[in-house]
C-alpha cells in the first residue's frame, strides 16, 4: 500500500458496484493486550474515522483441501473516538446509498476475525489482510455482514474494503449498535 502522511479523503474508489475506504493511521497505541489504532480521513472538510482494537492474542488455524492455508482467528473491535466516527456513519450512509439518518457509532462493535495475510498478533510489524464477520450468518432475517481490513502501520493506512454491496445496511447496523454486538 502507498504509504499516507495525512488523513486522506475517505471514499478510497468507487468501481463496478463496490466503495472502499481509506484511512490514515494517526496514532498507534500498544499494551500487553495488542494494539489500539487510530484511523483517520477527510469527507470534505469533515473529520471521520474510528479506532481498532487489535488484540495480541489469536488462534492459529488451517483451511484449505489439504489445510494449506494459515490462517489466525480472533476478533477485533472498532471503537467510536465520538464526533469523527458518528460522522463516519452519516458518510457511509451516503456513499453506500443507504437512507440518510441521523445515527451515532456504536461505542464497541466487536467482529470475528479471519487473517487472510499476516499475522494480526503482530500488527505492529506486518502488513494484515483481515476479513470481519459481523453477526452469525443464520441464512434467517438476522443482521449479518462481513468486509476486508487491511491494516498497515508502517506506511499508515486502514482499508475498510467491501466484500459485497448486499452487507451495507446490516453493516450500517452493526456500526451503529442497531444490531447486536455478539461479544458485549
Request: aromatic share 8%.
Amino acid at each position: 500500500m502507498p504509504a499516507l502522511s495525512a488523513p486522506p479523503q475517505v471514499v478510497f474508489h468507487k468501481e463496478v458496484g463496490f466503495t472502499d475506504f481509506v484511512f490514515f493511521i494517526s496514532h498507534v497505541q500498544s499494551n500487553q493486550y495488542g494494539a489500539i489504532i487510530q484511523a483517520s480521513a477527510l469527507d470534505g472538510k469533515t473529520d471521520v474515522g474510528f479506532e481498532l482494537e487489535v488484540p495480541n492474542s489469536w488462534r492459529d488455524t488451517t483451511a484449505g483441501p489439504k489445510n494449506e492455508l494459515h490462517l489466525h482467528q480472533g476478533a477485533i473491535g472498532m471503537l467510536s473516538d465520538g464526533v469523527s466516527s458518528d460522522a463516519l456513519i452519516s458518510t457511509m450512509q451516503r456513499a453506500y446509498g443507504q437512507p440518510e439518518k441521523a445515527a451515532s457509532f456504536a461505542k464497541t462493535v466487536h467482529a470475528t476475525a479471519i487473517s487472510l495475510s499476516g499475522d494480526p498478533a503482530k500488527v505492529l510489524t506486518e502488513v494484515c489482510q483481515i476479513k470481519l464477520f459481523f453477526g452469525e450468518d443464520t441464512g434467517k432475517d438476522a443482521p449479518y455482514a462481513e468486509v476486508f481490513l487491511d491494516i498497515d502501520v508502517k506506511n499508515k493506512v486502514v482499508l475498510l474494503k467491501e466484500k459485497d454491496p448486499e452487507y451495507r445496511a446490516d453493516l450500517l447496523k452493526f456500526l451503529t449498535g442497531e444490531a447486536p454486538d455478539l461479544m458485549p
